[in-house]
């Protein structure tokens, strides 16, 4: 089975800003999803966040912890959490088990019609990151990740103690 790369769509219009994920999503868009994070936290006027995983074949923790902090960023802005659009069972379980019920409303059926919402939406292109970045943005995501649940947190801390001892023998 041939597996299609990720690719990250977004499109900000009357207060809403949708985050469109496809394909194979995985840590090499981490840097694409940490700067549309950063950028929320900042934007004027945002009303609502839709992230719609309908395309998405996988999406591996690195890119969940970062959809995750796009939730934090925004927590305080908005009235209602952001929505994540999942209809694919694997992804939908992955959410499920890691908990983003807690910070995401969780829905399978689209709010408006697919080739409306394409219509608007443009492909980010993919920021490169080094291999130092890169680290740090997989260990950032994961520490995300672990203060969701205690699930996660059993599930990652391996991770992120091996990371950061990493992290301390590069500085040392």
Not at 80 to 94: E, K, L, S
Not at 107 to 131: H, M, R, Y
Not at 135 to 146: D, G, N, Q, S, T
Request: negative net charge; charged residues 25%.
């Amino acid at each position: 089975m041939l597996i299609e790369e990720g690719r990250v769509k977004a499109a900000f219009d009357s207060g809403v800003f949708v985050l469109k994920l496809c394909g194979d999503v995985r840590l090499t868009l981490c840097a694409t999803l940490d700067t549309q994070a950063q950028r929320l936290a900042e934007t004027p006027g945002l009303h609502a966040v839709m992230i719609d995983l309908r395309e998405a074949t996988n999406v591996d923790s690195t890119a969940l912890g970062f959809l995750a902090k796009i939730a934090m960023a925004v927590k305080d802005r908005l009235e209602q959490p952001p929505t994540i659009i999942a209809d694919n069972p694997d992804v939908r379980q992955m959410l499920d088990v890691m908990g983003f019920a807690r910070f995401f409303t969780l829905v399978e059926a689209p709010f408006q019609k697919t080739a409306t919402l394409n219509g608007v939406l443009e492909e980010l292109p993919e920021i490169p990151a080094d291999k130092e970045g890169l680290r740090e943005r997989i260990l950032e995501a994961h520490r995300i990740l672990m203060h969701m649940n205690e699930h996660n947190r059993e599930q990652f801390q391996p991770l992120v103690q091996m990371l950061e001892a990493r992290e301390t023998n590069s500085h040392s």
